[in-house]
């Protein structure tokens, strides 16, 4: 642990989190701070992830990938890319064209203790029929 970096920003833990996804041939750092964890329930979450995206969000300038090529962008709708391993089917990343600088991580990548809390859920109006809600979210019918 190096402790001794100059991490003076503004209360922010600048604590380098890892994650990867579940055969490792794509892993990556983190080295800034990272958003709460939002939930979203949206068609295309939904299909993709196989229930829904709970994902946090870093500059994109802070996260380094390593990738042993397994890493796979697909274009579910113009601008809209999830980011897959190809070898092991993990979802990884989510990002949009008009938001370049930032790129969403699916939390559950992360190797745990995260530090993290999820704080609401969005796409709300397109949960299936199965879901159970989550008491203490806020939950929003659609993005914000
Ligand atoms: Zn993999
Ligand atoms: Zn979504």
């Keep these: 642990m190096s402790n001794d970096t100059d991490d003076d920003a503004e209360g922010v833990s600048q604590e380098t989190k890892a994650g990867r996804c579940q055969c490792g041939a794509v892993s990556y750092s983190v080295n800034g701070p990272l958003r709460p964890v939002v939930n979203c329930h949206c068609h295309r979450c939904r299909r993709i992830t196989g229930h829904f995206m709970a994902a946090t969000s870093a500059l ?8 042993s090529g397994a890493l796979s962008w697909y274009e579910a ?39 993290l809390d999820t704080t609401v859920s969005i796409w709300m109006a397109e949960v299936s029929d199965y879901h159970l809600p989550q008491s203490g979210l806020a939950e929003h019918e659609y993005g914000r």
């Design 60 to 67: 994109v300038t802070d996260v380094e990938v390593t990738d």
């Design 77 to 115: 709708a113009e601008g809209v890319f999830y980011g897959f391993c190809s070898t092991c089917g993990s979802s990884l990343f989510w990002k949009v064209g008009n938001r370049p600088e930032r790129l969403s991580i699916c939390a559950g990548t992360l190797d745990p203790p995260t530090g």
